[in-house]
């Protein structure tokens, strides 16, 4: 699982250097299948230089606690 | 010109890799000694200005729909839910087909990319959001529809529900426990809270740094974890171990025996708690490292589309839950989070604070309260979640990561099978709706449902109160804040806005009842609570009327179904429908506004409900919203 998740490592790790934070993800993470979605958003926040933030950006309904997220 | 050496021709340039290299000579070593335009770099500068990009390009979704096959047991999910029905075919076992087919259909709605959710308040039977277009969509779809089997398996089976949600994944706690306890997971923490209650804390995170946690003597759990942000948790812990070793040094200063033994005492309580923390880390690692072996075979066999390799994660969810979550505020304490020393955020997970009473995020101020404001509230998160990613695993027709998570947790695997085994055949008190997929549903669907309603309905109408025998489900709308008393309390004369007519008017608060109002048919007290109410937050409450007496509410001048309590006697016993009689309760939403609407509509048109086609003009309609018929 870690190699496969390498790409994301880094990812993270260039966010954590540029914001000084994690980005977050909602929901059940990591999923196999979104590695290139997760790469994609961090740099596309990093370009935007606006750290990432599923959790603020979901409606919010999903704070509610009847609703499960993934 | 300047001559440029071939780099890539050049021993050891291959391995290198440096960004930051490569945006200099991409940006032509702007700021360097040379000018850059005299430069012959064999291409096209970019635009000065643009950084460089990393990640590539978006990815790309699926828009292939799953195969036709003939199966066994063919999932049945009702009208404009072929598509759902399809993946389920595919990618499900015809057990797991079974116990969906046996139950009601929640609403289902198809969103693009990688999303999906479960609502349980949301519709009758709770709504299901999952990706229609990513390759692993058939789990998605698995894991939310399981969500909603946990919900409806109840609702629709026990004749005594009180209309909670996720109700059926309540059997799986006693399991969860035993399992999390003999793994070493779950341990008492209440020398931890205790310290924090009795002491509070208040100390620097970073010494360097500004932030400071500060967590008020005399806070109790809740208070505590509210104050706490994703890694809190593990560095109050170690702030804890080493305020009680100083305090251990100072009570051992005063020499006297009461205190040091007791100073003694709490910083061993504080150490041992502390050594558990770090233990169950040992403990997610190795099973880690053995589903790891089982995830890369089944990602060696399996196709995509199949979702298959998600189990992994879905099996490190559990252990998310079983640990409170609290594992990844130890990861985020050591900054250790999505790296390769990462413990659960590299095994699956969900948010911070969605399994304990933490806040969720370290962003906004706005969006980092808690999403759980109770332990009841948390556990409904671990057992839900629990029973969710069970189902993907139990469902999935490759059965080797659901025998090793048998292996590890064996009591949750047993009593999650016994559950699966009463779903088929246990008996479904709830007619099975399989209703239309709500993006597929239109008005004219929804009317003509309601003028196939059976015109009995209406000509059964209770509307004197000497019909009203102890069975007769009567309905009472009150302000949802009431809800919890009414549940503890039953429907008293005693609390406040149980007075539904009066529910209001009173301007600032609401006034004391003195009789209880009820209907005795839904489409008056859905019509009264649209009509009256449709501005509040208000909830419709089923109950048997049992040996209450009622007399005509007068006042209620249109509605032939409306009663009340009669005018207590002195010293007679006041109005009473105790918790018992309750049979279920709802949110008056959007749906019953659009039922009333429809059938206001429907007998606008003359003739009214019952005997005239309605098929010209437009028909009120909301887009997502189905009209509720029925309680």
């Not at chain 2, 759980?372 to 080797?400: C, I, Q």
């Not at chain 2, 207590?568 to 105790?578: L, V």
Request: overall charge positive.
């Amino acid at each position: 699982m870690d190699e496969e998740l390498q790409p994301v490592f880094e990812a993270v790790a260039r966010h954590r250097e540029k914001f000084g934070v994690y980005p977050e993800f909602d929901g059940l993470f990591p999923k196999i299948s979104l590695i290139d979605h997760y790469v994609y958003e961090i740099d596309k926040a990093i370009r935007m230089n606006k750290p990432l933030s599923m959790i603020e950006k979901r409606p919010s309904e999903f704070n509610k606690s009847d609703v499960f997220i993934d | 010109m300047r001559k440029c050496i071939d780099l890539e021709s050049q021993p050891g340039f291959q391995q290198i890799y440096s960004p930051v290299l490569q945006q200099a000579i991409d940006r032509g070593l702007e700021g360097h000694s040379g000018d850059p335009k005299n430069i012959d770099w064999g291409y096209n500068l970019p635009i000065p200005g643009t950084k460089p990009t990393k990640g590539g390009p978006k990815p790309k979704k699926t828009q292939k729909d799953p195969p036709k096959v003939v199966v066994k047991d063919p999932a049945k999910l009702g009208t404009g839910n072929q598509f759902w029905e399809s993946l389920f075919d595919n990618y499900i076992t015809q057990d797991a087909r079974k116990v969906v087919n046996r139950f009601p259909t929640p609403i289902i709605k198809g969103v693009s990319g990688w999303d999906g959710y479960h609502q349980a308040g949301a519709g009758e039977w709770g709504t299901v959001v999952s990706s229609h277009n990513h390759e692993g969509r058939a789990f998605i779809f698995t894991h939310e529809y399981w969500h909603a089997l946990d919900n409806i398996i109840d609702l629709a089976s026990n004749p005594d529900s009180t209309g909670l949600h996720m109700q059926s994944s309540l059997r799986l706690v006693p399991s969860m426990e035993k399992d999390a306890k003999r793994l070493g997971l779950s341990f008492n923490e209440k020398v931890y809270y205790k310290y924090l209650e009795d002491n509070g804390i208040n100390f620097k995170v970073d010494p360097s740094g500004n932030r400071t946690i500060r967590i008020k003597k005399g806070s109790n759990r809740q208070q505590a974890e509210e104050q706490m942000y994703p890694g809190d948790h593990w560095r109050i812990m170690e702030q804890m171990l080493r305020q009680s070793k100083k305090d251990l040094h100072k009570a051992n200063a005063t020499k006297d025996p009461v205190k040091m033994a007791r100073a003694k005492k709490l910083h061993e309580d504080i150490g041992a708690l502390y050594d558990k923390h770090i233990a169950r880390l040992e403990t997610i690692r190795k099973i880690k490292k053995e589903a790891a072996v089982i995830h890369r075979k089944l990602k060696q066999t399996s196709q995509p589309e199949q979702g298959y390799n998600h189990l992994f994660s879905a099996l490190g969810d559990i252990f998310d839950a079983l640990t409170d979550g609290r594992v990844q505020d130890w990861e985020y304490a050591n900054e250790v989070w999505m790296s390769d020393k990462g413990v659960i955020s590299t095994f699956g997970r969900h948010g911070s604070g969605y399994y304990n009473m933490s806040r969720q995020s370290d962003y906004g101020k706005q969006t980092s309260s808690p999403r759980n404001y109770n332990l009841d509230g948390a556990m409904r998160s671990k057992r839900a979640e629990t029973w969710a990613e069970w189902g993907s695993m139990w469902a999935s027709h490759d059965n080797t990561m659901q025998a090793f998570a048998s292996k590890i947790l064996p009591s949750i695997a047993k009593q999650f099978d016994a559950e699966m085994k009463r779903a088929l055949t246990i008996k479904v008190i709830a007619d099975l709706n399989k209703i239309p997929n709500a993006s597929t549903q239109n008005a004219e669907n929804q009317i003509d449902s309601i003028m196939a309603n059976p015109r009995t309905i209406e000509t059964t109408l209770i509307t004197r109160p000497e019909d009203i025998k102890p069975d007769t489900i009567m309905y009472h709308i009150t302000d949802s804040k009431n809800v919890g008393n009414v549940l503890k309390y039953g429907l008293t004369t005693k609390n406040k806005a149980v007075n539904s007519r009066l529910m209001g008017q009173m301007g600032s608060g609401y006034r004391k009842a003195t009789k209880i109002f009820a209907w005795s048919d839904f489409n008056s007290a859905q019509r009264y609570a649209a009509r009256s109410h449709w501005d509040k937050d208000v909830t419709i409450i089923a109950f048997k009327s049992g040996n209450q007496t009622w007399v005509k509410d007068e006042l209620e001048k249109f509605e032939q179904t409306a009663f009340k309590t009669p005018r207590k006697k002195k010293g007679s016993k006041p109005a009473h429908i105790p918790p018992k009689n309750i049979t279920g309760y709802r949110k008056i939403d959007k749906g019953d506004t659009l039922n009333v609407m429809l059938r206001g509509d429907a007998q606008a048109r003359g003739g009214g409900l019952f005997t005239r086609q309605v098929n010209e003009g437009k028909i009120p309609h909301w887009k997502n919203v189905k009209s509720r018929t029925t309680f």
